[in-house]
Nanobody, 124 residues
Framework: QVQLVESGGGLVQDGDSLRLSCATSGGTFGRYVMAWFRQAPGKEREFVANINVNGVPTDYLDTLKDRFTVSRDNAKKTTYLQMNNLKPEDTAVYYC?????????????????WGQGTQVTVSS
């Protein structure tokens, strides 16, 4: 059973940066496509970014690709999401997910394992 634990969220101001981490245990990390999704209050969960097993290719929600960067360290079994120039509309719970197929566009159903989420709040 794959377990995912996100960390790095918090309260920041408009324009700040954060780096989220997703530590993975169980399974074989190098076989999993990893992704980040987010869910804002009252909204559906949406795709943020994904990354294939060896780090390429990656894909992003179009509106985020200039500010967010996804990466992974297979030796550390960890996935990262670097978020720059954060805006209040980025406020959400951010979830890490693991799946076996790299799809574009990514869908929630493509991912088999999920973390518990980490809250990111951006104040104006």
């Amino acid at each position: 059973q794959v377990q995912l634990v996100e960390s790095g969220g918090g309260l920041v101001q408009d324009g700040d940066s954060l780096r989220l981490s997703c530590a993975t245990s169980g399974g074989t990390f190098g076989r999993y496509v990893m992704a980040w999704f987010r869910q804002a209050p009252g909204k559906e969960r949406e795709f943020v970014a994904n990354i294939n097993v060896n780090g390429v290719p990656t894909d992003y929600l179009d509106t985020l690709k200039d500010r967010f960067t996804v990466s992974r360290d297979n030796a550390k079994k960890t996935t990262y999401l670097q978020m720059n120039n954060l805006k209040p509309e980025d406020t959400a719970v951010y979830y890490c997910a693991a799946g076996t197929v790299f799809t574009v566009p990514a869908a929630i159903g493509d991912y088999d394992f999920w973390g518990q989420g980490t809250q990111v709040t951006v104040s104006s």
